[in-house]
T-cell receptor, first 118, second 117 residues
Framework: KAGVTQTPRYLIKTRGQQVTLSCSPISGHRSVSWYQQTPGQGLQFLFEYFSETQRNKGNFPGRFSGRQFSNSRSEMNVSTLELGDSALYLC?????????????????FGEGSRLTVL | AQKITQTQPGMFVQEKEAVTLDCTYDTSDQSYGLFWYKQPSSGEMIFLIYQGSYDEQNATEGRYSLNFQKARKSANLVISASQLGDSAMYFCAMRDKLSGSARQLTFGSGTQLTVLP
């Protein structure tokens, strides 16, 4: 069974540009969530999608957005990039539905997209 | 207030020995879940073990066990018979009803484990 696939793995952008990252979840998984990992802030929750709808969003500015397609693949977009957006962006998929309980299941992470903003 | 605390930025252990990675958590919920993930240099977060707040027994998965002390709010990871491939960053994480959803985990700052030959 293929794991979570994230593309691109590495990318370099300059301030003010925008970037789109892609995530293909494990086949059959309908929930996709995104995390940002930086040395200073650690791992922080960005947002979660299920059935093409954003279900939950972390404390990030509106420059960070995402979407999910009917095949459960997800993209996240960061507009007007800032130096502080340099990070590893991790996508995680889960088989759990919206009604999934708190005490069930783990998240399956991809290897991440490492973004450098110059 | 920080919800997950990992006080050991780095740990060293000799190959084949056991090691304990500390994790304390803070929540007012009675229902919550605790996770440990391993992150090698490749970046992928690998699930290791899960403990539910109502689980009466400590979770075990192969060489990994979770020392769950509910009253002390601690969930330490124990790795037995360390292997060189265990060298990685280890994260403790929690989700509770305040997390917003079942997929929103709060992570600790991590412990970098180095296994020495």
């Amino acid at each position: 069974k293929a794991g979570v696939t994230q593309t691109p793995r590495y990318l370099i952008k300059t301030r003010g540009q925008q970037v789109t990252l892609s995530c293909s979840p494990i086949s059959g998984h309908r929930s996709v969530s995104w995390y940002q990992q930086t040395p200073g802030q650690g791992l922080q929750f960005l947002f979660e999608y299920f059935s093409e709808t954003q279900r939950n969003k972390g404390n990030f500015p509106g420059r960070f957005s995402g979407r999910q397609f009917s095949n459960s693949r997800s993209e996240m977009n960061v507009s007007t990039l800032e130096l502080g957006d340099s990070a590893l962006y991790l996508c995680a998929s889960s088989p759990m539905g919206v009604a999934g309980g708190l005490n069930t299941g783990e998240l399956f992470f991809g290897e991440g997209s490492r973004l450098t903003v110059l | 207030a920080q919800k997950i605390t990992q006080t050991q930025p780095g740990m060293f252990v000799q190959e084949k020995e056991a090691v304990t990675l500390d994790c304390t958590y803070d929540t007012s919920d009675q229902s919550y879940g605790l996770f440990w993930y391993k992150q090698p240099s490749s970046g992928e977060m690998i699930f290791l073990i899960y403990q539910g707040s109502y689980d009466e027994q400590n979770a075990t998965e192969g060489r990994y066990s979770l020392n769950f002390q509910k009253a002390r709010k601690s969930a330490n990871l124990v790795i037995s018979a360390s292997q060189l491939g265990d060298s990685a960053m280890y994260f403790c994480a929690m989700r509770d009803k305040l997390s917003g959803s079942a997929r929103q985990l709060t992570f600790g700052s991590g412990t970098q484990l180095t296994v020495l030959p």
